[in-house]
T-cell receptor, first 113, second 118 residues
Framework: AQKITQTQPGMFVQEKEAVTLDCTYD???????LFWYKQPSSGEMIFLIY??????QNATEGRYSLNFQKARKSANLVISASQLGDSAMYFC??????????FGKGTKLSVIP | NAGVTQTPKFRVLKTGQSMTLLCAQD?????MYWYRQDPGMGLRLIHY???????AKGEVPDGYNVSRLKKQNFLLGLESAAPSQTSVYFC?????????????????FGPGTRLTVL
């Protein structure tokens, strides 16, 4: 069974500062993928970034980077230079051998002007 | 290119009524999924399909049925709605890529359907 844990129900960050959203995972699958999605107040799910379990380097996509520490089973999302539009729910998710994406409960990020 | 679309966006049902949610994708993806999202929770998989004519159960399949008669469409049915099925329903689609033995298919989501069962 797969499990994703996001321990921060809510986070605040000052505009233009960096913020780290925590995600830990558990799986028995030897290969897996880790994803982060953003859900703004409008409700849609927006794909942000992906990390494969065998990838040697941490993934980056613009202002998003994924701090992948395989031994610690963590896949934290780092957002640099926060903007007001980054205020949203953020979900960490995992995909192993099964087709299902397993999601965490999310972290609500609020960017303060 | 509309991506993933869902119909309807909102619906209110009475207990025992039936309805069908429609999901359509124009990305030629093989895989399609139905999730539900409840307050304070992440998304949970209801059913999924890995190709036209095939469906399989996810984590929370009870009370739902699905059909994938055409590659681009995935239907979710509620035969006898219950208040516990009040939720936001998301459809997603993807195609599988395996890179270095890792599953890299990214699921792209529709805008969601907000369903209330009274």
């Amino acid at each position: 069974a797969q499990k994703i844990t996001q321990t921060q129900p809510g986070m605040f960050v000052q505009e233009k500062e960096a913020v780290t959203l925590d995600c830990t995972y558990d799986t028995s699958d030897p290969s897996y993928g880790l994803f982060w999605y953003k859900q703004p107040s409008s409700g849609e799910m927006i794909f942000l970034i992906y990390q494969g379990s065998y990838d040697q380097q941490n993934a980056t996509e613009g202002r998003y980077s994924l701090n992948f520490q395989k031994a610690r089973k963590s896949a934290n999302l780092v957002i640099s230079a926060s903007q007001l539009g980054d205020s949203a729910m953020y979900f960490c998710a995992m995909r192993g051998r099964s087709y299902q994406l397993t999601f965490g409960k999310g972290t609500k990020l609020s960017v303060i002007p | 290119n509309a991506g993933v679309t869902q119909t309807p966006k909102f619906r209110v049902l009475k207990t025992g009524q039936s309805m069908t949610l429609l999901c359509a994708q124009d990305m030629n993806h093989e895989y399609m999924y139905w999730y539900r999202q409840d307050p304070g929770m992440g998304l949970r998989l209801i059913h999924y399909s890995v190709g036209e004519g095939t469906t399989a159960k996810g984590e929370v399949p009870d009370g739902y049925n699905v059909s994938r008669l055409k590659k681009q469409n995935f239907l979710l049915g509620l035969e006898s709605a219950a208040p516990s099925q009040t939720s936001v329903y998301f459809c997603a689609s993807s195609y599988e890529i395996r890179t270095s033995g890792t599953y890299t298919d990214t699921q792209y989501f529709g805008p969601g359907t907000r369903l209330t069962v009274l």
